[in-house]
């Protein structure tokens, strides 16, 4: 190659690396959303450090809608006034890209984290590590982790719980009031026999059925006992007649940020 060609050719290269270091830049009205950490806040404009450890500038409006999630599935909140966003908090957050800034529409945090924030904030300033560890547990919310698993069989069509499964039940009632914030998950099963709409109905029966025990005999609370899912046909169940296949398996869960939150 001579060395006009051979300097074309650097001069390309160069030309498209410098093309592909350039940031993208997002439309108007382009939505995102991201889940980060808190990490400063100044008037209007909140940075946010991501699990890539990377900041991101995000700006508050007087349409930005602030809701402080409570319980474990978070199902519940409440709106809050923009005082509440506080350094160290973890927070997930929806953009809208306006005039080449990134707006937020909505920020979400759960109560817990938000009392973690505050105790940190009053006791003394966050250092590095303690950011990071709650930065941890903000990626553990959501992942549950059964402590305790409990089967409960059934004769065919029948949604009665045997004299074992409620002795198991009761069992797993009793390490669930020692266990906090926990959350109690079932799934109901039937053999293969049978059309495939009237097992999905016997497989719910069996769920609900074992949730009220836990709730009625139990003593759990209803807020810790989640709806019963009804799963039809056993995956396991083969064909035919198989008396394993008609269960509700039951579990025992904790929520592992939580969890990490009360070391």
Excluded: C, W
Excluded at 134 to 161: H, L, Q, W
Excluded at 209 to 221: P, Y
């Amino acid at each position: 190659m001579s060395s006009k060609r051979l300097y074309q050719a650097m001069r390309i290269a160069a030309l498209a690396a410098a093309l592909a270091a350039l940031p993208a830049f997002a439309a108007d009205g382009d939505k995102s959303s991201i889940k980060g950490l808190i990490t400063a806040i100044d008037g209007n404009t909140v940075t946010v450090r991501d699990s890539n450890n990377v900041d991101h500038q995000i700006t508050l409006t007087s349409a930005t809608e602030i809701k402080k999630k409570e319980g474990l599935a978070a199902v519940r909140f409440e709106r809050v006034e923009q005082s509440a966003l506080i350094a160290g908090l973890p927070i997930v957050a929806d953009l809208v890209e306006q005039g080449g800034a990134q707006q937020a529409s909505a920020i979400s945090f759960r109560s817990d984290d938000f009392r973690t924030a505050q105790q940190v904030q009053a006791g003394v300033k966050p250092t590095d590590t303690k950011v990071d560890a709650m930065g941890k547990r903000m990626d553990d919310f959501g992942k549950y982790e059964a402590i305790a698993e409990a089967e409960v069989m059934f004769a065919s069509g029948s949604t009665a719980i045997n004299a074992k499964g409620k002795s198991d039940l009761m069992a797993l009632a009793a390490k669930a009031k020692e266990t906090q914030d926990y959350a109690v998950v079932m799934q109901g099963f039937t053999d293969s026999t049978g059309d495939a709409a009237a097992n999905k109905r016997l497989s719910t029966a069996r769920a609900n059925n074992v949730a009220d025990f836990l709730q009625s005999q139990g003593g759990l609370a209803p807020g810790r006992v989640t709806a019963g899912d009804g799963m039809g046909v056993a995956p396991d169940a083969g064909s035919g007649n198989n008396a394993g296949a008609r269960k509700v398996v039951v579990k025992l869960v904790v929520d592992k940020g939580v969890a990490a939150g009360k070391k």
